[in-house]
């Protein structure tokens, strides 16, 4: 095992032993690790111009490509901080992170899906007193402001300059902070250390088997904490990157068959999206050696559909655990490969806090998952009392909860904010939800609560249908009725194309709550025919 997991000298190391060695490739063309740190240093040289040093946060506003990867090991050369953004926030939310973040530069795309950023920062630029220049990714003609720098011939202004170094990288130290999508409750600045990063991955990366070999691809964006993590460890590997700006369903077939693919990222429903796509067809598939599904509830019989073209494992994580805290394993049986998400990663250790009491319990215990280990946050920035809030005893309360069996493998059955209180009954959505799941006109649900005088809330049943099916919410409800306990019966059905998602994959269950809620009085008649 590695004595340090400082970001910076980690890469500088692979480049000097295996500088021809491919780091990405990104639209047929190849970059090396020689060649990225080479860009990476005459990028850090071009930071360290602009005042950015130990512990300055430098905001990343890019799809997945390799300026994201050169900015965030220039980051790591100077001691700085990356906070990736997401390139879809709105003006309003953008604003709120870079003045909470206190951000002195952004790397930026000029145009994406259509959007062109520059007016946007350039507004920013004028209201935000920390930040104070802007590096654009792009063609565009940046010479009308002396803050504004085209990324390309600024790292070519730059080669070959020393830059001013930290004493000692220190593997404690920031090397991101991450914000929550914000699916239940406004966005919080997590901050994660290299070690808790770059150790994480690595360990994730030893039950995946993942050599200098593999040619990875991650489905999730940078900004979301598993596409960072997929781009770290690939960094740790010495692995390649196979890279598409954001997610496409045709265009990560093309991919997989087209680079030979052999490790495969992402949430469920972009494994889902895979297979609805006319263009998937196992024989594509063919380079896969294996993959990761995380980042949401993952369905059991997705799960048995996958494996049939990819053996993929199913790992559970948050932001704030670095990610990785569970994951099953090869040697696993078929139902605990199903049906769980594994056990912890070494070192990690995971028990269930009591819901009344708070009592930490072990093995054989219901309750809301704890995680204790290095990949522990160090905090929400800026925000000591809600950092206190959510540990106990050195545990990140998790906000999931779970049941952890003899054997420390852990089933997560939901959000303790989702749980949907009715007539008394705890319910939890992830299980009315994976019930559900196995109608054969079900493509999709979602199982939230929807406030109600009388029984203080109803079970509405989000469904997506398969294509073509014909369906009511009368057939949802008599399947319901025979595969599970009367007070789990959804009370309202609810159809739509397509259900709102964050960037990263989930469903942004707020914003479905809200829409039901305006269709629903708090008096909504109990068990009316949808």
């Not at 990476?40 to 300055?56: C, M, Y």
Request: charged share 25%; hydrophobic share 45%; proline share 5%.
């Amino acid at each position: 095992m590695r004595t340090t997991w400082s970001l910076a000298p980690l890469v500088e190391e692979r480049a000097r032993e295996h500088p021809e060695r491919t780091l990405a490739v990104v639209a047929g063309r190849s970059w090396t690790y020689g060649e990225v740190d080479g860009r990476a240093s005459a990028l850090a040289a071009a930071l360290s111009e602009f005042g950015v040093g130990i512990g300055d946060r430098l905001a990343v506003n890019v799809p997945n490509a390799v300026e994201w990867i050169i900015a965030l090991l220039a980051a790591a050369k100077l001691g700085a901080v990356v906070v990736p953004i997401n390139p879809r926030l709105n003006i309003h939310e953008l604003r709120f992170q870079l003045r909470h973040a206190e951000a002195s530069a952004v790397i930026t795309v000029d145009t994406h899906d259509g959007i062109d950023y520059l007016p946007v920062f350039e507004e920013l630029l004028g209201e935000l007193p920390d930040l104070q220049y802007i590096i654009t990714v792009g063609e565009q003609d940046t010479w009308y402001d002396d803050r504004v720098f085209q990324f390309d011939r600024l790292i070519d202004a730059h080669r070959d300059r020393v830059f001013p170094r930290p004493a000692a990288y220190d593997d404690e130290a920031d090397l991101a902070v991450l914000y929550t999508s914000g699916t239940m409750g406004k966005p919080k600045g997590v901050r994660l250390s290299h070690r808790a990063v770059l150790e994480n991955a690595a360990h994730t990366g030893d039950v995946l088997g993942v050599t200098a070999d593999d040619r990875l691809l991650p489905m999730v964006p940078f900004f979301n904490i598993m596409g960072f993590s997929v781009m770290a460890g690939s960094l740790v590997t010495g692995s390649t990157l196979v890279l598409q700006p954001s997610f496409e369903a045709v265009a990560s077939l093309r991919l997989i068959e087209q680079e030979r693919v052999t490790v495969l990222y992402g949430v469920p429903t972009m494994f889902h999206l895979l297979m609805r796509d006319d263009a998937f067809h196992p024989k594509r598939m063919q380079s896969l050696r294996t993959g990761v599904m995380a980042g949401s509830a993952v369905a059991d019989d997705l799960v048995k559909r996958v494996r049939k073209w990819c053996d993929v494992l199913v790992a559970y994580g948050l932001t704030e655990t670095g990610p990785t805290v569970t994951i099953t394993r090869f040697d696993d049986d078929d139902e605990r490969r199903v049906g769980t998400v594994g056990r912890a990663l070494p070192g990690v250790e995971v028990m269930a806090a009591d819901l009344m009491t708070g009592a930490l319990h072990g093995p054989e215990a219901v309750g809301e998952i704890a995680v204790r280990g290095p990949g522990l946050m160090h905090g929400y920035l800026r925000m000591p009392s809600e950092t206190a809030n959510v540990h106990t005893e050195g545990f990140f309360l998790t906000g999931d909860l779970g049941i952890i069996d003899e054997d420390g493998y852990v089933k997560i059955i939901g959000r303790r904010q989702e749980t949907i209180s009715r007539g008394g009954h705890q319910i939890y959505p992830g299980e009315v939800e994976d019930r559900l799941r196995s109608h054969p006109a079900v493509d999709d649900v979602c199982v939230i609560g929807v406030p109600n005088d009388v029984m203080g809330e109803l079970i509405c049943a989000c469904v997506v249908p398969i294509e073509g099916a014909v369906i009511t919410g009368r057939d949802i409800k008599l399947f319901a009725q025979d595969t599970m306990a009367v007070y789990k019966v959804p009370d309202i059905v609810r159809f739509f194309d397509a259900f709102p998602l964050t960037g990263s994959g989930k469903v942004r269950r707020k914003e479905l709550s809200r829409a039901i809620a305006l269709e629903h009085t708090a008096s909504y008649p109990i068990g009316h025919a949808q």
